[in-house]
């Protein structure tokens, strides 16, 4: 069982990709926003980050430069799972990966919540 911390603030998403991945034996534990999504960090320690990039007070892009900060997180995979269409990052997506350790981005419009779940079991099966 992996501890992944989902940062995701829309109530009705979180609670469902929370559930989905429960159901594939996971703890998930949901921050709305970037301050708690560190606060959660934590205290939670997480093997994996799923992280949606437009949060209301600092963007996602922002926790990422924040989460890589800390020694003991630069090692975890950070799967991107977000609304933001990945024609908006296609000049800096290479960037983000190497600077940021982005492992996967997902458009939500065009991943399955069955999709999430595998990603997030093959991001797991890779080491950090």
């Known amino acids: ?3 992944i911390l989902l940062v995701e603030p829309d109530r009705l998403l979180a609670r469902t990709y929370s559930q989905a991945l429960n159901g594939d ?5 949901a921050a709305a926003g970037a301050q708690a999504a560190v606060s959660a960090a934590d ?3 997480p093997d ?3 992280l949606e990039l437009q949060l209301v007070e600092h963007s996602g892009i922002e926790f990422l430069y924040e989460f890589r900060s800390y020694p003991e997180w630069q090692g ?3 799967v991107i799972h977000t609304g933001v269409p990945p024609a ?3 000049d800096s997506l290479q960037i983000l990966r190497a600077e940021l350790g982005i492992n996967i981005y997902l458009y939500k419009p065009r991943t399955s919540l069955r999709e999430l779940v595998a990603n997030v079991r093959e991001q797991l099966s890779v080491p950090a």
Do not use: D, S
């Open 43 to 45: 205290a939670a320690g």
């Open 88 to 90: 908006e990052f296609a």
């Open 1 to 3: 069982m992996a501890r």
């Open 25 to 29: 034996g996971h703890e998930v534990v």
């Open 76 to 78: 975890i995979p950070v």
């Open 48 to 50: 994996l980050v799923i």
